[in-house]
């Protein structure tokens, strides 16, 4: 029997091996740049937005990799050095039993022997790097210099990694005693007794003399405060040139940026942040464009010889009542503005056309046969995951069907007809439903269930709202994200809170962007678009946010009141310079 | 007469005090059984108003003449947990006493660290534990705390090797998922209780081949929780193929007596780590009645 492959798996991209790392990962340059750069770099955003893909396939056994199938030489410039730090050994959380100073040593030691496991690790994949007087002198060196017994008679990289081990062994050893743990922690390493030393070490290497070591920490969110203040003290060396840090966090978990000395790093001037969540507002933005080279990617893993648009087609029957639609639109445009330009028209249409289907679909009972590709970029909010996990459930139903039938030899799918995207998306929406009704204090760490009821509430009357405002002849009929105002520190505490676990669960993204006083940042919110098929809203929102009163979100988080509508309700429009 | 249920004289009960009905009515019958010269009742501060009465009222079974040493503990304050339960063993433990373990109401978190104290003080341990008639129809537990590797049962880790989750479950599918999602585990191997106890095979067993349909690379086993040795085989050998190259994790969501078993196999692989999955909200009807009393010895 064929074994059965989904080409929009998902899993965790850990579990990836570098060669679907390279089948699967779409190198971005406004990320790559970043990453494979001398800087300290923070990328933010939460699960499922491409963080570690980024990382791990800028990785050195990647790279590797890659250029062995390019058969280019190495450059060893920079070297990535991908180090999870989503272990239990992260986990571990003895150090709250021992006193300040040896919590800190011993926190430091584990992360910073983790780090350094993961370069020796790193540099064996490339073939023939030591040569044996290198061997003797860094043996000799690092015995020396990290106080360790490195095992002679065993392959030098293969030794260290058993020394850094032991190493680790012991300490956890002590710190499981139970009795005094404090008195049997010996010989901790620190970033300046063990993984400077080695790094200076290695770049003493022919082969390593002008290379730059980037140490890319993924899940640092997973750190103990310890080793958040140690590394953002490792960020502060002002000297860049021999090492340099990416560090990837969740947005809602965010570390702190304070230093075990009690500085703090400095966005800018310390280290750059990069944002991985990113709002997909239209076909040219760049997630749109990267979102279309991902679903490529994978349908030529299957060679089907399909575009994205083709595998995904729309429904004919919602092709032709958008282009009914847009036909209305044009009528009422011309009516609206019988002298107006056709870019005024062309707004016009833009922003009514959509919202004539809905309404026009009122009066019928069902819900619009929700299908096409762009359908589904939209519905991603712009987290990749969220733009896999619809295509990974129709492709599945199509295989379901498919062994159902009992049909023999490999399944090929030309294409998902719309009919089964329509039932998935019905279903997954439905699903994101039932998991914001009734799983959040189940699933969600530390969520009340007072505050599990509140996200509901507040989704719900979101909604509620959106649907009014479609299905209204109002300015900005389908925007879908909105903005707080009157956000005062009473308010801000109460929906903090409800904000903060809808942003775990991902049925809420916060942005950023330039508000209307140039210069200003401002804070938008933008709740996972799958939410809405199933509320027969819209998916493909438009360039606009709501802005609603805090004291209105907090009552429908926590009242159950629906959120005022007014047709004359002033919408946010975005300036020139969003979405760029 | 029940096979499974054999209790001798011990020095010491251990105890965490509820307002389940079985904590009192199990107690109530450990007292005639053990006749102990001392019973150490902890209680879940959170839960100190529900559980006050239970609380007075065994007072009252062991006075005159048997001391009742009453301790605090605290569901979200983990650490505070740990040092009131190492420092209460250490004061009213003497090496080498017999001790038992009421397990019917003592979270799971607690009886490893229990076990970890009493044992290091060179105890022999006996448990009891007491089946309900029946639990809560709707829901057990819920607003689930970050799960959490118990204290100095934290194995030993190797350096960056990939993780192995071993969760032995109950009644929530969701719990489970949690702790999947959380330590993003490369193998996960689910135990999942056997027979139809408590609609065991709706409530359990569906429900997490349900809940894990997608995720193809896990391993599942049968497992009887009730019956520690039995659990300990089927542990070792459904993690004999990782518990040299990965690092393992381990939690039980089942059976109390299973969390025993997950101890034992601790004691035999020092690598492998205990892993609580703590919730923040318990069911007051949480159970009701006592069915079935367990026993054995560690």
């Known amino acids: 029997m064929e074994e059965y492959r989904n080409p929009f798996e998902y899993e965790a991209a850990s579990k990836l091996t570098p ?21 300290n770099v923070f990328l933010v955003g939460e699960r499922g937005t491409g963080k570690t893909m980024a990382l791990r396939y800028h990785s050195l056994p990647v790279y590797v990799l890659q250029q062995k199938k390019k058969d280019d030489e190495l450059d060893l410039s920079i070297i990535s050095v991908y180090v999870p730090c989503n272990t239990p050994l992260t986990h571990r959380r003895e150090y709250e039993l021992l006193d300040q100073l040896n919590a800190s040593l011993s926190s430091e030691h584990f992360l910073v022997l983790s780090i350094m496991d993961r370069i020796i690790e790193s540099l064996s994949e490339i073939n023939e790097f030591l040569t044996s007087d290198d061997e003797d002198h860094l043996r000799g060196e690092l015995s020396y210099l990290l106080n360790l017994e490195i095992p002679v008679n065993v392959p030098f990289f293969r030794a260290l990694r058993l020394a850094f081990g032991k190493s680790s062994s012991d300490a956890q050893r002590a710190l499981n005693t139970k009795t005094d743990a404090e008195s049997s ?3 901790l390493l620190s970033f300046t007794s063990g ?5 200076t070490c290695l770049a003493h290497l022919p082969k390593l003399s002008n290379s730059h070591f980037s140490l890319m920490l993924d899940d640092v969110q997973y750190f103990n405060p310890y080793q958040i203040k140690a590394m953002n003290s490792w960020i502060s060396y002002r000297d860049n040139s021999l090492f340099s840090f990416k560090v990837a966090t969740t947005r809602v978990e965010y570390p702190t940026l304070e230093t075990s000395s009690g500085g703090c790093i400095l966005e800018g001037h310390d280290f750059t942040r990069l944002d991985m969540e990113q709002p997909y507002q239209n076909k040219t933005s760049a997630f749109a464009k990267m979102a279309r080279e991902i679903i490529s990617r994978r349908l030529a893993t299957i060679a089907v010889g399909k575009t994205p648009e083709e595998y995904f087609p729309l429904s004919a029957e919602m092709a032709q009542d958008i282009e009914n639609a847009e036909a209305q639109a044009r009528e009422e445009a011309d009516e609206k503005f019988p002298t107006g330009t056709t870019k005024q028209k062309d707004d016009y249409i833009y922003k009514y056309a959509r919202a004539i289907y809905f309404r026009n679909r009122a009066s019928k009972a069902n819900l619009p046969p929700y299908s096409g590709f762009e359908v589904l970029v939209h519905m991603s909010t712009g987290v990749i995951r969220n733009l896999l996990d619809p295509c990974y459930y129709m492709y599945d139903a199509m295989y379901s069907q498919w062994h159902a039938e009992s049909r023999e030899g490999k399944p090929i799918f030309d294409s998902i007809p719309s009919s089964v995207q329509t039932q998935v998306i019905l279903s997954r929406s439905t699903k994101k439903w039932e998991l914001t009704k009734g799983e959040l204090d189940k699933t969600i760490d530390d969520c009340s269930r007072e505050d599990a009821r509140r996200v509901y509430q507040l989704l719900d009357n979101l909604a509620i709202l959106f649907r009014a405002r479609l299905l209204s002849e109002i300015s900005e009929p389908r925007a879908v994200s909105f903005t707080i105002s009157n956000f005062t520190h009473d308010l801000q505490a109460k929906l903090e809170p409800v904000l903060t676990v809808a942003r775990k669960a991902q049925l809420i993204y916060v942005y950023t962007s330039s508000g209307k006083d140039l210069g200003r940042r401002e804070v938008y919110y933008m709740p996972n678009r799958m939410l809405w098929p199933v509320r027969g809203l819209d998916p493909i929102g438009q360039h606009a946010r709501v802005s609603i009163r805090a004291e209105h979100l907090w009552n429908a988080a926590d009242k159950n009141k629906k959120i005022p509508f007014n047709e004359k309700e002033e919408i946010d429009e975005p300036t020139l310079f969003d979405f760029t | 007469m029940n096979p499974h249920y054999s209790i001798s004289h011990s020095d010491i009960i251990i105890t965490v005090a509820s307002w389940e009905e079985r904590f009192l009515l199990g107690l109530e019958k450990l007292k005639k059984d053990v006749r102990p010269v001392r019973v150490i009742m902890f209680h879940y ?8 009465e239970n609380r007075e009222t065994a007072q009252r079974f062991f006075s005159p003449g048997v001391p009742v040493v009453e301790r605090k503990l605290f569901s979200r304050a983990p650490l505070e947990t740990w040092k009131h339960i190492a420092d209460t063993v250490f004061e009213h433990v003497q090496a080498h006493q017999s001790v038992t373990l009421h397990i019917s109401t003592m979270p799971r978190e607690a009886i490893w660290i229990i076990c970890a104290c009493v044992r290091a003080k060179g105890c022999e341990i006996q448990y009891v534990y007491n089946k309900p008639i029946a639990y809560a129809e709707d829901w057990l537990s819920r607003d689930p705390g970050r799960p959490r590797i118990v204290y100095k049962l934290a194995g030993i880790f190797g350096l960056n090797l990939p993780t192995t989750l071993l969760v032995i479950t109950g009644f929530d599918s969701e719990r489970t998922k949690q702790l999947v999602r959380f330590y993003e585990p490369r193998n996960v191997v689910i135990g999942l209780q056997q027979g139809d106890q408590y609609e065991n095979i709706i409530k359990n067993r569906k429900e997490h081949q349900k809940a894990f349909d997608r995720n193809k690379g896990i391993r599942w086993f049968d497992v009887d929780g009730y019956d520690i040795e039995s659990t300990l085989a089927s542990v070792e050998s459904n993690l004999k193929e990782f518990i040299e ?13 299973s969390a025993l078993a997950l101890y034992k196999y601790h004691l035999n692989h020092e690598k492998a780590a205990l892993v609580y999955a703590p919730a923040n909200e318990v069911n007051r009807d949480y159970s009701n009645g006592l069915k079935e009393t367990l026993s054995g010895r560690l």
């Open chain 1, 19 to 39: 060669h679907q790392l390279l089948e699967y990962y779409i190198e971005d340059f406004n990320y790559s740049r970043f990453v494979r750069s001398k800087r």
């Open chain 1, 185 to 187: 922690l010996r010989n």
């Open chain 1, 195 to 199: 993984l400077l030393p080695l790094l």
């Open chain 2, 45 to 52: 501060d959170e839960y100190a108003d529900w559980s006050k």
């Open chain 2, 245 to 257: 190259d990965t690092n393992v994790i381990l939690t039980s969501l089942g059976p109390k007596i």
